[in-house]
């Protein structure tokens, strides 16, 4: 990932400092679960700006919607037009941050902030939910998830979560029926009312379950 600080709040920190909190973003995926290999490449500061390829940037704009606190685009896979070309297909990602939300509204630090309110928005956790749908992953209903919507009605810190817990929000898909093989681990978190596997589950030796 790079970063390209034009148009930052007045209460953005330094490029340095803006790495190292994305590094923590990353650290809220489990690796060994989600499969999300991201760090920061070098050097980080750019002025690349939104550009359609394969160069994965952080980036301030203004979406004219001040409810919008950031927004997705991935390449060369574009959902708002259709164009998808399978799993793991994404090569680049660019995350870009709403900067007309207010001026301290940002929350940059590399402690949790004390509420989850439109004033004190986690850049990190903002920045984590985001990188989810890089890698393909949409909404869920669960407040405990990185990928639930509403920012300010999360029920927990996301960065208080064990790497089992954070495991377990990965994979978190609504789905009515799935079937077929998958060639790695996974982790399933349902509600047990509704969760039911018929015919036969099948677990290599080297996967769990």
């Not at 980080?44 to 001040?66: K, M, Q, R």
Request: net charge negative.
């Amino acid at each position: 990932m790079h970063y390209n600080s034009t148009d930052a709040p007045n209460n953005a920190p330094s490029s340095s400092t803006i790495a190292s909190l994305a590094s923590t973003a990353y650290g809220l995926w489990a690796d060994t679960y989600s499969f999300l290999t991201i760090q920061n490449d070098s050097p980080f500061a750019t002025e690349e700006e939104g550009v359609d390829d394969d160069f994965s940037v952080i980036l301030w704009h203004d979406p004219y919607n001040t409810n919008q606190l950031a927004e997705t685009h991935t390449y060369p896979n574009d959902l708002d037009n259709s164009t998808f070309y399978g799993p793991n297909s994404n090569q680049g990602v660019d995350v870009w941050f709403n900067y007309n939300i207010g001026t301290s509204a940002w929350y940059f630090n590399q402690t949790p902030p004390a509420s989850r309110t439109s004033s004190q928005i986690d850049f990190v956790e903002i920045l984590a939910h985001e990188l989810g749908h890089g890698i393909g992953l949409q909404h869920v209903t669960n407040s405990n998830s990185i990928m639930y919507p509403a920012y300010s009605k999360g029920s927990v810190p996301l960065r208080n979560q064990s790497d089992g817990d954070l495991a377990g929000r990965v994979y978190q898909h609504t789905v009515s029926n799935l079937s077929g093989t998958f060639a790695h681990s996974m982790v399933f978190s349902a509600n047990t009312s509704s969760f039911a596997i018929s015919d036969n589950l099948a677990v290599p030796s080297e996967c769990t379950f």
